[in-house]
């Protein structure tokens, strides 16, 4: 089910504020009442709109889906093609819920057809909380500008603590090694960052190991009462 809301292109002093902001509160409103339809626990897949399918990223991210799905959790991505049409269809064929939370772009962003609930945002940060309002944690596959974006907000409300301790995990080492080497040898060495603040950081190749490392995190969760 897709939820369809005005579009509207944010220019700074064409709209009156008031509109801008009822716009903003709308969508605000959309993403929460979409987050109370997910009846089970969720997980956040980014990645590259840009991976073709069939290509091994787009297989992992089916694969990967498909795992939640049959662990019992349900599916939340950007709601495009690549990466995050992969993984809602893993989701689909398995059964589960799968969810996409679309942003409108002159380019390359359509609403993918494997998805249970949808939602089309207008305004990055609203569809960002989503993302977070709505997961257990986050698994990031290879991606550009935008999945590089989901990636430092999320370790950023980690690491003050506007959001709990959750696991983010990155699919494929051979694209994220040497981003998480830097942050090691830069931030970490130069004290910049903590060592808990790289702690919770996560490289896998294998969808199971993303899988497990973040459904026991919401079992621990679950097991402290604090779900």
Not at 47 to 52: D, E, K, L, T, V
Not at 91 to 108: H, Q, R, T, W, Y
Not at 160 to 166: A, H, L, M, Q, S
């Amino acid at each position: 089910m897709a939820v369809e809301l005005p579009r509207r292109i944010f220019r700074r002093s064409q709209e009156p504020l008031a509109a801008d902001v009822s716009l903003i509160a709308s969508e605000f409103l959309a993403g929460f009442q979409l987050i109370q339809q997910i009846d089970r626990p969720a997980v956040s897949i980014f990645g590259s709109a840009r991976i073709a399918a069939g290509s091994p990223s787009y297989e992992q991210a089916r694969a990967t889906g498909r795992a939640f799905a049959d662990a019992g959790f349900a599916v939340v991505t950007g709601g495009g093609p690549g990466v995050m049409e992969a993984a809602n269809r893993g989701c689909k064929e398995a059964d589960g819920l799968s969810v996409g939370f679309n942003i409108a772009l002159p380019f390359e962003q359509g609403l993918n057809g494997w998805c249970d609930l949808a939602l089309t945002f207008d305004h990055f940060h609203v569809r960002k909380v989503m993302f977070v309002k709505a997961a257990e944690g986050f698994v990031i596959f290879p991606g550009g500008f935008g999945t590089q974006d989901e990636l430092w907000e999320a370790l950023t409300l980690r690491q003050t603590r506007k959001i709990g301790d959750f696991p983010i995990v990155l699919f494929d080492s051979d694209y994220w090694e040497e981003l998480v080497d830097w942050v090691r040898d830069e931030m970490l060495d130069d004290g910049l960052i903590s060592p808990e603040d790289l702690a919770g950081l996560i490289v896998t190749d294998n969808p199971a190991d993303a899988v497990r490392l973040v459904v026991s995190h919401y079992d621990n969760r679950v097991a402290e009462g604090s779900a």
